[in-house]
C-alpha cells in the first residue's frame, strides 16, 4: 500500500507544481508522451522489469521514481510497527497497551492507533513532496499545504486520540495500577469523534508553536527574502505550521531542534567542497527528522513527568534558543561555499579577458 501511494505522490511532485491535474491524463513517458502501460505501472518491480528505460523509445526513467516508492512503502511499513503492531510502546506520554502483536489487532483493541498511523502518514508524505518540489527548484503549492492544515485542523479537533501528548502535561505521575488500567479499558482501541476543549487547545497550541518554530528555523529568509542562494526557500515556515498542527507543540519543538542539528552539522562538514547533502533543502533534513520523531517520539521528546518541570523547561527553552543559532550557521555556511565555487567558476573567463586586453 505503501508503494502504490509513493508511486501516486510522483504524480503529485511532478504535476502539482505545473498547475496539471493530478489525475488525468494517465502517466505517460515525457519524452515520447506514450500512455505507460498497466502491466509497467507496479511500483518498484514495473521500473526494475523495463530496466530503468521507456518501453517504446528507451528513454532512461529516473531512477528517483522506484527511491520515492520504496521510501514510502519502507516507512509506512515501520509506522504500523511502531504505532500500531507495538501497541503504542514509542509513542510519547501515552500508556502503551497492555497487548502487542497481532492479538491486539484480533480483540479490536488498535482503532485508535490506526488512526494515528493514518494520520502521521499523511504528515509524512505532504512533507516528502514538498521536500522534492524544493530540490527540483519549484515552489511549494499553496493547495497541497492549505489541504494537509485543514485536515489536520479538522481531524484533530474532532478525534482527541490523534494527539497522544495533551497541550498541558501534568508533572503528577502517581496512578494506581487501577486508574491505569480503567484507563486503558475505557479509551485504547476506541474512537472518540467529539469536540472537546482539551483538543482544540492542543491544536491550536500546536499551530502557535509550529510558527514560532518555523519562524526561528527560516529566519534567514524572512527577514532577507532576496538573498541567493538559500537552503530555505518560500514556504518552508508551512512545514513547521503543519507539524504543530498534527504533533503538538511539544513535538514540533523536537522536530525544529532536531533537523537544524543534523542541518548545522551536514553543512559544517561539507563547508568547503561539494556534497549532494550539502545541496538539499532545509525540507529533506526537515523530513528527516519528522520520520526520527514520528518513529521515535517516546525517546524523543522531553516531558515534565519525565524529567521534573525545572529540567524540562531548561531543556524545551535550550532547544528553542539553539534553532536561529544552527540554522544562521547553516545558511552562513552554505552561501559561503555557494561564493565560493561561483567565484572559482568565474576564474577563466577573469584570466581569458585579462590577457586579451
Known sequence: MGSVIGSFLNVVIYRMPLGLNISK???????CETPIR?????????WLLLRGKCRDCQAPIPARYPIVEALVGVVFLLLYLAIVHSGGALLPYRPPNRFSGGYQ????????????????CYLFIVVVAAAYIQYDRQLI??????WCLGIGLVAGCLIPELHPVPAQVSVETNQSSTEIMLGELRY???????????????VCWGLLYGVIVGILFCWRNLFQPGAQPTLFPPRTLWLLVLMGVYLGWQQVVSVGFLSALILCVVQLVFW??????????????????????????GYLTILP???????????TGGQIVA?????????????????????????????SSTLTS
Open 188 to 202: 485504547h482501541g476506541a474512537l472518540h469523534v467529539s469536540f472537546e476543549l482539551s483538543s482544540v487547545l492542543t
Open 305 to 315: 513527568d519525565q524529567t521534573g518541570y525545572l529540567t524540562y523547561l531548561f531543556v
Open 25 to 31: 491524463p494517465k502517466s505517460r513517458c515525457p519524452f
Open 141 to 146: 503549492p499553496r493547495r497541497l499545504l492549505f
Open 38 to 46: 498497466t502491466r509497467d505501472n507496479l511500483p518498484i518491480l514495473g
Open 105 to 120: 489487532i484480533l480483540e479490536g483493541r488498535t482503532w485508535d492507533l490506526i488512526a494515528l498511523a493514518v494520520y502521521y
Open 323 to 351: 534553532i536561529p543559532l544552527l540554522t544562521g550557521l547553516s545558511e552562513a555556511a552554505y552561501r559561503n561555499r555557494e561564493n565560493i565555487n561561483s567565484a572559482q567558476d568565474q576564474i577563466p573567463f577573469d584570466e
Open 272 to 297: 568547503k567542497r561539494d556534497s549532494f547533502c550539502a545541496k538539499l533543502p532545509a525540507a529533506a533534513f526537515l523530513c528527516g527528522a519528522l520520520t526520527l520523531q514520528l518513529l521515535l517520539g
